[in-house]
C-alpha cells in the first residue's frame, strides 16, 4: 500500500514523498524545503531519502522547487540520482529548474496517457488551473494492488481531468488554501486577493469541500473506492486556519455519509497519512 508523508505545505514551502511501504522506495513531489527541513522530516517519517526513485514538479513557482538543486546534490553525493520530471515551460521560467537541468536529469512532464513508471508506481499527471507557466497535480497508483493516492494543490477550480483523476482514490491530498471572508478582510494588496481567489488562483475550504462531496458522491455511485483519509493542502497562514480548513472537509463527509479520517498538511511539521 500507498503512505503520504506531507513534509511542508504552504505558501513557505512545499514538499511531499508518496512511498510505497511494501518496498520502501518513493516520489517526491516538489522541493521548495531546505535541504536540512527535508532530511529531519524524511527521518521523522522514517523514510530513507536514498529510495526516492523519481521527482516531480507541480509548477515552478518558488515555494515548490527552491530546494531542488542542493537536495539532488546533496541525494546525488549519497549515490541516488533520482530523475526530475517538469514541464519543459516551468523549466524556462525557472532559475532553479534551469540550474538543476544543467547538471542533472531533468525530463519533460505533460499529460500524455502514458504514465510515468517509478518506485513500483505509476504516476499519472493531470493538468490543473494556476498561473504559471504550466501546472499539474498526481494521481498515484501502486502498480501491485492498485492503492492510489489522489494529489492536488495550487489550482484556482478543479478541473475536469483533476477531478476525474482524484475519483476512486484512498487517500486525497487536496487544496484548502483560505477562508473568503478571512481572504477579504486581510492584509493583502486587492490585486493579490483577486489572484488568489481567481480561477487560476487557489481553492477556498468552500470549494474543497464542495468537489470532496461530488468526489464521494460519483464515488459511491460508480462503486468506485471512497477515501479513507483527506489532507487539507496548502493552507494559507494569513487567510485561513487549520481547524477551520479541517471542519470544512468534515462537514462535507458528514454531509456525503463518508466517515474518513481528516489531516492537514502544515508549513513546519510533518504529517503522515497510511
Known sequence: MLALHVLASGSSGNAAVVENTATGAGVLIDCGICKRDFLNRCDEAGFDPGRIQAMFVTHEHSDHVKGLGVVLRGLAKAGNVPPVFAAGACTANSSALAKAAEAFDVRELTTEPDAVEAAGM??????????????????????????????????????????????????????????????????????????????????SN??????????????RAAGQRLPQTVVAMHVSQNNNDYSLARRSLEAALGDAGCYAETLCGYQARLTTAR
Open 122 to 203: 505509476r504516476i499519472i499527471p493531470f493538468a490543473t488551473s494556476h498561473d504559471a507557466a504550466a501546472s499539474f497535480g498526481f494521481r498515484i497508483e501502486d502498480a501491485a494492488d492498485g492503492d492510489a493516492v489522489g494529489y492536488l494543490t495550487d489550482s484556482g477550480i478543479v478541473t475536469a481531468q483533476a477531478h476525474a483523476a482524484l475519483r476512486d482514490v484512498r487517500i486525497l491530498a487536496l487544496e484548502s488554501n483560505h477562508d473568503p471572508k478571512m481572504l477579504a478582510a486581510g492584509p493583502y494588496p486587492y490585486v493579490i486577493k483577486q489572484r488568489i481567489a481567481s480561477n487560476s488562483g487557489h481553492l
Open 206 to 219: 468552500g470549494q474543497a469541500a464542495a468537489e470532496l462531496g461530488t468526489l464521494v458522491a460519483e464515488s
